[in-house]
């Protein structure tokens, strides 16, 4: 297989188009399920019931159909765009323990020669900045932060077809496709995917979204934004929440009067041995009956990709475009060398006057690619009470990254100050499920972490 920079289809459903139209045919037509099968054989027939069945929205049906791709060195920011479609499985290279050094990065076109000189030596030096630092004895995990949005990813995808639609109208028609390199890669993952599912494409053009994937707001005047005072903000969240769930678990049960779920949720005691037998038990649906929303702020662009990989929760991610240039994080394993400090800084500062030069040339596909990996955005989260559990189960160990786990912890301080009741069983594995999962790695404080989370 070639190496070259794309997106390649590895592997897809060995039945393709035939389950789809089979799916399509179940729900109307007389018949069992083999039956239907042996009746989606044509491959014609599939293709014009796929069509006539996915123009009435009926969309469910090409579900049944799964791609496997490699993103092959492709940019980061190719792979930030991908990852936030969460009807989909991705595994993507970390740069927690991967060396980067040698990634390579990604040529955005530019009008004029020496401005893609100045772009290339520029992105040199920051990669050599990067080597620098992990020679010095820098964690990878923070040195990446000088790592810049053209450096080269590489991940794995596994995505149904619905999904697929999904990503290439936003690749070839929506805000994908305002970055040339993105756009191209739609176009060539375009051609494989009708090479091999031309029924689920049918139509793909005529049926583009009538409406922006952007959201525009320009009927209000923007102005500047103030750095915000705190790093988590609480927005809302269901009330009385240990109620709720104690009130889903009863009815779940199916076994309770209306009288004595009403009497047991009231009962304080009773309350907590519901919430209590909820969060041990391995299928804790009745935690999804309330949810939570955050705004997060001054999360660098490296620690977004781990809230983006939480698949089940509502998560907004501002444009690119709108990252401040002039803010970044610094760990305390740069800051606590002098020298080493100073170079990262200027690695952010030259940064911010390249960008500022090249888009005076009107050099505009480059300027996301000056985007530094420790730049800081605000983004929104939302999740209910079963992902927050997971959550904090991974963000709050002292295996995470160290920035999402502020976040983390700040987020569950917040949690039980507004419902303790609920999320006094909430904290890292180690204190929910009362033992490490991490195996060799692990912290070995799980005594101290239980004395910490215990409220």
């Given at each position: ?46 293709a014009n019931l796929i069509d006539k069945v996915t123009r009435s929205g009926h969309n469910s049906t090409v579900e049944h159909i799964m791609f496997n791709l490699a993103f092959n060195d492709v940019s980061v920011i190719v792979e930030q765009f991908m990852i936030e479609f969460r009807l989909a499985s991705f595994t993507v290279k970390s740069r927690r323990y991967v060396d980067f050094y040698d990634a390579g990065f990604y040529m955005p076109s530019f009008r ?344």
């Amino acid at each position: 297989m070639e190496c070259k920079s794309g997106v390649y289809v590895l592997g897809y459903s060995n039945c393709g188009e035939k389950m789809c139209a089979a799916g399509g045919r179940i729900s109307t037509q007389p018949g069992n399920a083999l039956g239907i099968w042996d009746k989606s054989q044509d491959d014609k027939k599939n293709a014009n019931l796929i069509d006539k069945v996915t123009r009435s929205g009926h969309n469910s049906t090409v579900e049944h159909i799964m791609f496997n791709l490699a993103f092959n060195d492709v940019s980061v920011i190719v792979e930030q765009f991908m990852i936030e479609f969460r009807l989909a499985s991705f595994t993507v290279k970390s740069r927690r323990y991967v060396d980067f050094y040698d990634a390579g990065f990604y040529m955005p076109s530019f009008r004029r020669e020496e401005n893609k000189a100045k772009f290339s030596a520029h992105i040199s030096s920051l990669f050599e900045t990067y080597k620098k630092m992990t020679d010095a004895g820098v964690p990878k995990e923070d040195a990446r932060f000088v790592l810049p949005y053209c450096f080269l990813s590489n991940f794995f995808c596994s995505i149904g077809g619905r999904e697929m639609l999904h990503v290439l109208h936003a690749m070839l028609h929506g805000r994908g496709s305002k970055i040339p390199e993105i756009y191209a890669l739609g176009k060539q993952l375009f051609e494989q995917v009708n090479k091999i599912a031309p029924g689920v494409l049918t139509g793909f053009e005529e049926r583009k979204p009538k409406k922006s994937d952007t959201l525009d707001l320009s009927f209000i005047e923007a102005d500047r934004k103030a750095s915000p005072d705190e790093l988590v903000e609480y927005i809302s969240g269901s009330k009385d929440a240990a109620k709720t769930v104690a009130t889903a678990a009863m009815l779940e049960a199916n076994v309770y009067s209306a009288q004595t779920v009403k009497k047991s949720v009231e009962d304080s005691e009773t309350r907590a041995k519901i919430i209590k037998a909820v969060t041990e038990c391995s299928r804790p649906r009745a935690l999804e009956s309330v949810q939570f929303t955050f705004a997060l702020n001054k999360v660098s662009l490296s620690t977004l990709t781990h809230f983006a990989r939480h698949r089940i929760h509502s998560i907004q991610i501002p444009s690119l475009n709108t990252v401040d240039r002039n803010d970044w994080v610094k760990p305390d394993s740069i800051t606590s060398n002098a020298d080493i400090c100073k170079e990262y800084n200027a690695c952010f500062e030259k940064s911010v006057a390249l960008f500022e030069e090249l888009k005076a040339a009107g050099e505009e596909e480059a300027l996301p690619y000056l985007i530094l990996s420790g730049n800081t955005l605000s983004i929104v989260s939302t999740m209910n009470g079963r992902e927050l559990m997971l959550f904090m189960k991974l963000r709050s160990c002292t295996r995470a990254q160290w920035e999402i786990q502020i976040y983390a912890n700040k987020m569950l301080e917040i949690l039980r100050n507004e419902e303790p009741e609920l999320f006094r069983y909430y904290g890292p594995s180690c204190y929910v499920d009362g033992y490490c999962p991490e195996g060799r790695l692990t912290c070995g404080r799980a005594a101290e972490m239980k004395e910490k989370y215990s409220i």
